[in-house]
Each structure stands twice: as C-alpha cells, then as structure tokens.
C-alpha cells in the first residue's frame, strides 16, 4: 500500500476523521508497544490478553527472539500499554519487549523488535524512546521508511532534557512525534509548527500502572506519546486506509493550538510547544534509551 499525499484534508475528509476519533476504539488495529515489556497479571491491565510477547535479547554474537513471558524488566511498558488500552480498548497490543532493566538498548535490538512489529503485521508502532547517537541514523531511516511505504504509523517520543536534541525515530517528518504537556484529558492533543516535533499531549505528574504490580506518579514525553497511539488506533480502526502522513496532517488540523499554560516543567519559554529546557548534567547520548523523567524545576 503506497501512502497517500494529502497536505490539505478536504473539510469532508476531516470531520469523518473527526468522528473517528470520537467514536473509534481500536478495534482491528495492532498496536506494537516496543518498550521494557509488559507485566501481563497487572490488575489495571485485567482482561487483556497481548496478541503477541516477545524480547529480543543480545546472545553475545548474535541477536535472539525469545518469548517474553509477561514480564516488564522496569514499569516502563507496563505503562505505556495501559495508556494505549484506556483510549483504544479494542486494539490488538503486542509487545516487542527492546529495553534493558535500565531502559537502554542497542540499535541492533531495537531495529530486531521493529522488524518483529512489522513482520507480524502491526500498523501502528509505539516507540517512547530516543537514540541520540547520529551515527545511528540510516540505521532507523531503514526501518521508519519500510513502515512508510508500508503504510505503517510510527509513534515517537522526544528528548526530555531538550527537545531540540536530534533523537531517533522521532526526528523522521513521516514519524508522529510527541512532547509532555501539562494537562490532566486524555484525548486533547495539542500543535505546534516549526518543529519536528510537533505534538503534545497528556505527560507531566500522571499516575501510572508499574511494574511488580505497582503504580508510579511518572513525567516524560514516554506517556504522551502513547495517547497518540491510541487515539491513531481510534483513527484507523474507522478509516482503515488512513496513510502515515495523511493521518498526520489531519492531526495537525483537528489538534488544539498549542498555548503556554499546557507547558510542562522543562519548558524554557513560550516560544515552542512543550519545550523542555537544556539541563546541566544532561545524560550523553545512548545508542537507545527512554526518556527519563526531567529534573525539577
């Protein structure tokens, strides 16, 4: 399926696009959760059951898919995937379990998990991390372009410490990325021009299913990113043939402004949506990692 290039929805094409996320659960659309895993006897993910689990592990010389038997090594997925669930209750979650117990990863393992989400037939991607490391970047082109042209939708979180810091995937424009705003709905996302990263929603002080069945008061672009993969799986459930970047521009259109009373802790100004501030001490880049949460302000 070749992606469609519309820049301008016609305003019939926005409000079925409208209804569609109103109305839309999910239903028919895989969403993979490429994170830490996912603690599947969680009592706030009661009732679902993952459409596929795996890890992918490093094996000294070579990388292994192995089963991830309901296990998230750090709380990480656990959350994300309860987000996704609260907004898309009928999609199909899998998890691609990438991240290590501290949330780092390697290129290799995260492309392996992507390329296991893409081979089991996922049309939405949810990637709350970042790889920092420029001399990564063909290593994602390859993939966020075979979703592209596969009509697949990538989801991205962005840097926490300063979202003008490249990271990877989000820095791709047929990638949807996403920022922290301080809001307390879930299904209000808000936009910005004038920057790749371009979205932000729902991500400062949220309280969130953990692992070893716990729950975390959590800040980070991580949580915000997985509204919009839910409400993406709201999307398409209803207009099934919805490309990467067509949805994108109808996003544009049907978001809220973004306005400076939605600025999370790590915004420096007004100037940009959701911007966090540069942070002394800010951790070097990672081949792969997700997003910490802030230092306080």
Known sequence: MEPSLTPDPSPFRLEEARRALAQGTGKGVRVAVIDSGVEIDHPALAGLTLLHDLQVVDAGVQIEVKPGDGVDVFGHGTAVTSIIKRIAPDAEIGSFRVLGANLGSRT?????????????????????????????????????????????????????YDFTTPEWPGYFPSVVTVNMARFDEDHTFFYKPGHLVEFAARGVDVTLPWNNHSSKEVTGSSFAAPIMSGLVARLISEMPNLA?????SILHRLAIPWRADVMAPNVVSGAAPAAPGAKAGKPPPQAARAGKPPPPS
């Open 108 to 160: 290799v393992i995260i492309r392996e998990g992507v390329r296991q989400a893409i081979d089991h037939g996922y049309r939405v991607l949810n990637c709350s991390f970042g790889c920092g490391l420029a001399e990564h970047i063909f290593q994602y082109k390859e993939w966020i372009d075979e979703a592209y042209l596969k009509g697949i939708h990538i989801i991205s979180a962005c840097n926490n």
């Open 244 to 248: 990467p970047l067509e949805a994108k």
